[in-house]
Structure formats: structure tokens, C-alpha cells
């Protein structure tokens, strides 16, 4: 049984946490009268499009799911089972198996299953689905289905949407130095499993990585960062992760 992600246009994913200027506009009005600050204990509509400052982020919560959106990033929830970015990134993290879809400016892809991703706009229209942990499956309109790995970052590209590459991205690096992870004062409910996967890449994959994967400018270009290897174990983190707390 899956869970609608929204439902009858005003949603129940409330605003718990807000830091800095975000706003909200609404698609039924038009110049100034559409654009409100966003404020907190507040609900979002289908008919709203939100919008992160530099340096701004917020968490909207409802009973099975968190979704943060992070800087300089704009989305919408057009219907009860769509989220749709056009800029920047955002986190959903469901603790119930859930089905809707995802889409971007040009690329879109139907989801189906429990865990945490992240989901960047990329400079040619698609997008990078980022499992953190999880488990379901990912398709397109032409009935491509993926397995949901955690760990394998992959690229949504195109109008009908493909699938590009996949790559394996260093989940420590990840965990340590996103925002749309440790920059929010509530603790995501699934931590622990994120702990579990970041443990299993790390004895899978000891020491292989050497890049970080960057913007998407076209679909033929993908950007990369060498950087040194950091240490794959960092104790404070690990026991963050699993902690009981």
C-alpha cells in the first residue's frame, strides 16, 4: 500500500523549521499579490511555488515524510503525488513506502519506494536522483525500471526522459558536507539507516573515490572535482549516526 505524498491540493506537510528569507508564490495571483513569506506551523497548496534565498533553507514535515529544500532552490507540489524543482536541490525522506513523481524542467521519473534521496536541477533541464538509502524502484514514461541503489547517483535526462549514467558518490563526503542533511535542527527519522548504508559502501567500497560529480551542463557533459581521498572513517560521525539520541 503506498501513501499519497500531498493530498486534495492543500497538503498536511506542515513548516517546521525555517532559516532565512523563503517565499511563496501563488500561481493564481499575479505581481506582488502572488509573493508572501512563508512562515513556519504554515501548509503549502498545489497552486504554490516555493522559493529559497542564498544561504536559506526550510523542512516541511506530515506524518510519513520530510521533504527540506535547500539554497537558492525552487520546487512546487503541483498535484497529491508530484514534486517538481526547477533550481537547486531538496531531500525527501519517507518512513512508509510511497509512490509519486518526479520532474524537472524537462525530465521526469515515476518513484516508487522507502528512504531518504536527494534531488539537484541540473543546468540542461534534468536532474540527479541521489539515493542516500533506501529501497524501491525508479522508471520513465517508457517503462525503463531501476533498482534503488544507495549510493548510485544517477542522471534523468531528456523529454521523453532516459536514464544517463550512474556513478557510485562517496556517501561520507556526502553525509559530512550536505547542508540538506546536517544543517537542520531535527534529526532525520531514518538516520540510523543512513548509518547502515554509509557502513556497507564503506566495507564495499574502501578508498575508490577520487571525484566529486558536479553540474550537468548538457547531456553529454558532466562536470568533475578531483580531489585527495579523505579518510573513510571519522568515528564522531559514525556515532552520530547511530546513536540513540
Not at 497538503?11 to 525555517?18: F, I
Not at 525522506?93 to 522507502?114: D, M, P, R
Not at 551542463?217 to 573513510?232: D, I, R, S, V
Request: charged fraction near 20%; proline fraction near 2%.
Amino acid at each position: 500500500m503506498t501513501t499519497a505524498f500531498f493530498l486534495h491540493g492543500q497538503s498536511n506537510n506542515k513548516v517546521v523549521y525555517l532559516h532565512g528569507k523563503v517565499e511563496k508564490i501563488n500561481t493564481n495571483l499575479e505581481g506582488a499579490d502572488s509573493i508572501s513569506a512563508l512562515e513556519v506551523n504554515s501548509t503549502i497548496s498545489s497552486n504554490e511555488i516555493i522559493a529559497t534565498a542564498k544561504g536559506s533553507r526550510v523542512e516541511f514535515k506530515s506524518q510519513n515524510q520530510i521533504v527540506r529544500l535547500g539554497s537558492l532552490s525552487v520546487c512546487r507540489f503541483p498535484s497529491s503525488s508530484k514534486i517538481w524543482i526547477h533550481s537547486g536541490s531538496l531531500l525527501f525522506s519517507s518512513t512508509k513506502e510511497a509512490k509519486f513523481e518526479l520532474s524537472s524542467i524537462k525530465s521526469n521519473l515515476e518513484f516508487e519506494g522507502v528512504g531518504t534521496y536527494v534531488m539537484e536541477a541540473t543546468s540542461n533541464g534534468g536532474f540527479k536522483f541521489i539515493p542516500i538509502e533506501g529501497s524501491g524502484s525508479i522508471t520513465t514514461k517508457d517503462g525503463v525500471t531501476k533498482k534503488i541503489k544507495s549510493g548510485r547517483m544517477i542522471l534523468v535526462l531528456g523529454k521523453p526522459s532516459v536514464f544517463g549514467d550512474a556513478y557510485d558518490i562517496d556517501l561520507m563526503l556526502m553525509i559530512k558536507s550536505s547542508r540538506l542533511i546536517n544543517a537542520f535542527p531535527n534529526t532525520l527519522e531514518r538516520m540510523k539507516y543512513i548509518g547502515m548504508s554509509l557502513f556497507v559502501q564503506q566495507s564495499r567500497l574502501r578508498g575508490k573515490y577520487d571525484a566529486l560529480i558536479g553540474d550537468a551542463t548538457t547531456n553529454e557533459n558532466l562536470q568533475l572535482w578531483k580531489f585527495n581521498t579523505p579518510p573513510l572513517e571519522n568515528k564522531g560521525l559514525m556515532n552520530k549516526l547511530f546513536s540513540n539520541d
